[in-house]
């Protein structure tokens, strides 16, 4: 096995090339199963127990070892958590997790780079590419078209988006607290003096066929909206000469086209590009008393987009209303976040409310955006949206 | 973690000896994998049927070559920029000029939302040849296309170069994400157009053709991202499926090359610019 001309790894990473491959290997590797996630359930997952009990098993190691083991392998990225995921830890319990199966180690870059820019410096990169080419293919049988097909079969459900958004959610999150790890955190790909054009990321999915899948999918949920592909109604302006398609759509019209209120219901983005929709959802955080949020975002975003000039003085607006002790409309963000945006406004400049924005953009998204999906607010308004009625081409 | 140390019998010859002789093997191997493309999962996907797009509105006013367009929010009034030193804001739909001035015509205009952010970005490289914003959530990010072949991927606050991509042959004249902002495509004088996924970080398919030789000047999506327009210095609009990769259309008027392709914001029509002084609109 060690000798065998695949495994040309083992000269450098020997240890943790290993360990994954074990780990994923079908027979003798780490029990994968359908894990529930609340109420959802993500296929070719493992739980913390598990992964914790193969360790010990298979390296005759104890406990606290096997902890140690598994923490590194969560905190570098190899395995991330479904749940919980901004806590990259190994929790020895029935908390499910997943691989980053295409992970690489500290310097070398993960199996799908494709990109030219790796330092030519010393002969192992092209090994290193290769490698991974090879890891990818043996991986990619736990991927195959047979569970994407049954994947394709329990798509209507919404048990099944569900996953998927989850899933990618995790990995995204993973991905970020360690390209990105929050101020105070431990960078682990911190490697000393910086090198130009490092290419020692993590790369952030594994299952390529999951992404094209993502991609057909988008385009499927996009296909009535596209009027190139399957028309618009009552008629394309450009082809009939009949403008009733743009009066319908216009910024502010009384009652709203059906398409374009489920188009709210695709991401909370879309939402909030709607001036509509962004006006339908302040009237709802108004209900619950969390319209400062939204105030405070657009408030935000004016900085980022205006003009040089009143830059300081809008932040200082923001300030006045939004963060001050006492301010009428105080956003809740945490202190780490405020410390942060309070000692940056003293030299304001058009990214300094960035994290902040940030914080109070996903608070929404995470919370009110889908309650208000399911309010009667956005129910009512879906019910007596217009479905204009086709006109003929002339 | 620490690397193992040279076990007996071995040396730092015998083992680079080695690694020469697996790294062979391994450009064995790796000619016989068979990666999973994107056009096989889109395998169960429908065929697209006919399109039928033809050209609605031919705007003439310029007295040169046009360079450059892009669309205003409001779906039918659009800017153009042209060699003859003249901008024109029209309105498509009437074909009414309503605006013109003549200047450099830089690219600032392009994108009424974020021109100032544009400027200051256009100054640092100066083989960019197109750059565009990415619409996403965060929306810190560009991505470049340059003549050394390669789309870089930036973050806007720290100019740093997140990503790059070296596949194409040859210039890279446009780049252009991707609706949901996950990936982008380019067009090259190597006349092909590619698609790149961020999240995988690599290119994910190829939109080409025996019977493509031109460069590919421009891209585009259509709003669901089906589809990818892509114009060419043989005149030409290629129409591309995008998951399957398959050409699903030519469209044939322009009588010079095809400089700019833009999709308008509701998706309802395809504006073309071109180096015959007019511009198309196709529906």
């Known amino acids: 096995e060690l000798r065998n001309g695949k495994n040309l790894y083992f000269l450098l990473y020997k240890p943790i090339y290993l360990l994954i491959v074990a780990m994923q290997d079908p027979d003798m590797g780490v029990k994968m199963r359908n894990q529930r996630l609340l109420i959802t359930v993500i296929p070719h997952a493992m739980t913390g127990r598990d992964i914790i009990d193969w360790l010990i098993q298979k390296y005759n190691i104890c406990e606290e070892e096997a902890l140690h083991v598994g923490a590194m392998l969560v905190r570098y990225g190899y395995v991330y958590p479904l749940k919980e995921p901004r806590s990259l830890v190994l929790r020895p319990d029935e908390s499910p997790y997943r691989f980053q199966v295409s992970q690489p180690p500290l310097h070398p870059p993960a199996i799908y780079l494709a990109k030219k820019n790796i330092r030519k410096q010393g002969e192992l990169m092209e090994y290193e590419k290769e490698r991974y080419s090879v890891l990818h293919k043996r991986i990619n049988h736990t991927w195959d078209f047979v569970v994407m097909q049954a994947r394709e079969q329990l798509r209507a459900s919404k048990q099944r988006r569900k996953a998927d958004r989850i899933v990618l959610e995790c990995q995204e999150q993973a991905y970020w607290l360690i390209n990105r790890p929050p101020p105070g955190a431990h960078n682990v790909l911190d490697m000393g003096l910086e090198r130009i054009n490092n290419s020692s990321r993590v790369t952030l999915v594994s299952d390529i066929t999951f992404l094209y899948f993502l991609f057909v999918k988008y385009s499927e949920q996009y296909l009535n909206h596209d009027p190139i592909m399957q028309g618009c109604l009552p008629s394309n302006p450009w082809i009939s000469d009949d403008t009733a398609h743009w009066t319908m759509n216009a910024e502010v019209v009384p009652s709203p086209t059906r398409l374009r209120v489920e188009r709210w219901s695709f991401s909370f983005m879309e939402l909030l590009n709607d001036s509509m929709g962004r006006r339908e959802f302040m009237t709802y955080l108004e209900k619950e008393f969390s319209a400062e949020n939204l105030c405070f975002w657009q408030a935000c975003e004016d900085v980022r987009h205006g003009e040089n000039s009143r830059i300081i003085e809008k932040v200082e607006d923001i300030y006045k209303n939004f963060l001050a002790p006492g301010a009428a409309r105080w956003v809740n963000i945490d202190s780490k976040t ?57 | 973690m620490a690397c193992q140390g040279l076990q007996s019998g071995e040396t730092l010859a015998s083992l680079k000896k080695e690694s020469d002789s697996l790294k062979k093997k391994l450009e064995e191997e790796r000619g016989k994998l068979n990666d999973i493309e994107l056009h096989q999962v889109a395998e169960k996907v429908e065929m697209l049927g006919a399109l039928s797009i033809k050209t609605k509105r031919l705007l003439k006013g310029h007295g040169n070559k046009v360079l450059c367009m892009d669309w205003c929010k409001d779906k039918r009034r659009l800017v153009s920029s042209s060699q003859d030193g003249k901008v024109i804001v029209w309105d498509a739909f009437t074909l009414n000029k309503l605006l013109t001035s003549s200047g450099d015509g830089t690219c600032a205009l392009w994108d009424v939302e974020s021109g ?47 990503q790059s991509f070296e596949s194409h042959e040859s210039d890279i004249n446009c780049v252009k994400y991707y609706p949901s902002g996950d990936a982008f495509a380019s067009a090259s004088d190597d006349s092909t157009c590619r698609f790149y996924d961020l999240r995988a970080d690599r290119e994910v398919a190829v939109y080409q053709k025996d019977s493509v030789i031109f460069g590919a000047s421009t891209v585009d999506f259509s709003l669901s991202g089906r589809l990818l327009f892509a114009g060419y210095n043989d005149y030409t609009i290629n129409v591309w499926d995008v998951l399957k990769g398959t050409r699903v259309s030519v469209l044939f008027g322009h009588e010079n090359r095809v400089s700019r392709v833009r999709v308008s914001p509701d998706g309802t029509a395809l504006c073309s610019a071109s180096w015959d002084n007019t511009l198309r609109i196709w529906a």
């Open chain 1, 338 to 394: 405020m410390d942060k945006t309070l000692h940056g406004i003293r030299h304001p400049h058009r990214f300094v409310m960035d994290d902040a924005q940030m914080h109070i953009y996903f608070l929404m998204k995470k919370d009110s955006y889908p309650r208000y999906l399911k309010s009667d607010l956005y129910k009512n308004m879906l019910a007596k949206a217009v479905v204009p009625q086709e006109t003929k081409k002339r």
């Open chain 2, 116 to 162: 100032q952010l544009l400027q200051s970005f256009h100054g640092h490289t100066a083989d960019v040849l197109s750059l565009d914003l990415a619409p996403s959530e965060t929306g810190n990010t560009f991505v470049s296309g340059g003549s050394d072949k390669k789309a870089n991927v930036w973050d806007m606050r720290s100019g740093q170069n997140i």
